[in-house]
T-cell receptor
Framework: AQKITQTQPGMFVQEKEAVTLDCTYD???????LFWYKQPSSGEMIFLIY??????QNATEGRYSLNFQKARKSANLVISASQLGDSAMYFC???????????FGRGTSLIVHP | ETGVTQTPRHLVMGMTNKKSLKCEQH?????MYWYKQSAKKPLELMFV???????ENNSVPSRFSPECPNSSHLFLHLHTLQPEDSALYLC??????????????FGPGTRLTVT
């Protein structure tokens, strides 16, 4: 079974609207961490946000927030007030308790329309 | 220099050439990674070096050879590559503990074309 599943290969959003990118994960560990990265067309992966499995509050970083639903094993990324510069690939990743090495999903392509 | 740097940014090589990719991190991290990213394929972890261990993906062909002389530098030596090895090669670094977020920081990548 895949550890990280991103079911949306491509998403489109209008500028200034909010968008949710889906991520579900599979682990039997109690301690784990979830990450989101952005990869613009230039290629460099950029860390956006982190959620620890014991964190009770959803993580937020500026316009990014992580909608963490532990029982459903989902960690969706919400981008508020989309900007043209948000157009990129977005990757969800998980680090399980016993390892520092993350597992990545296949990514979701986001295109922001003006 | 700050963050993670990679050289060269672009590389075109023939199947009989030998070349090396270089990665350097200035973040005080103790783990470094090589990833391969091909079009329409998942990100593939190739090698990891940390203070404690070297981890390698057993599916990586022996024509890729990593070298990590210290915690700040990582190389990927390439020889007798195949056209299917054309891809974006990303280097990353992080702390190697498991108690904190320890996110990865990536370099800009080397776009490799094998002719």
């Amino acid at each position: 079974a895949q550890k990280i599943t991103q079911t949306q290969p491509g998403m489109f959003v209008q500028e200034k609207e909010a968008v949710t990118l889906d991520c579900t994960y599979d682990t039997s560990d109690q301690s784990y961490g979830l990450f989101w990265y952005k990869q613009p067309s230039s290629g460099e992966m950029i860390f956006l946000i982190y959620q620890g499995s014991y964190d009770e509050q959803n993580a937020t970083e500026g316009r990014y927030s992580l909608n963490f639903q532990k029982a459903r094993k989902s960690a969706n990324l919400v981008i508020s007030a989309s900007q043209l510069g948000d157009s990129a690939m977005y990757f969800c990743a998980m680090r399980e308790g016993g390892s520092y090495i993350p597992t990545f999903g296949r990514g979701t392509s986001l295109i922001v329309h003006p | 220099e700050t963050g993670v740097t990679q050289t060269p940014r672009h590389l075109v090589m023939g199947m009989t050439n030998k070349k090396s990719l270089k990665c350097e991190q200035h973040l005080g991290h103790n783990a470094m990674y090589w990833y391969k990213q091909s079009a329409k394929k998942p990100l593939e972890l190739m090698f990891v070096y940390s203070l404690e261990e070297r981890v390698e993906n057993n599916s990586v062909p022996s024509r890729f050879s990593p070298e990590c002389p210290n915690s700040s530098h990582l190389f990927l030596h390439l020889h007798t590559l195949q056209p299917e090895d054309s891809a974006l090669y990303l280097c990353a670094s992080s702390h190697s503990g498991t108690g904190e977020s320890y996110e990865q920081y990536f370099g800009p990548g080397t776009r490799l074309t094998v002719t």
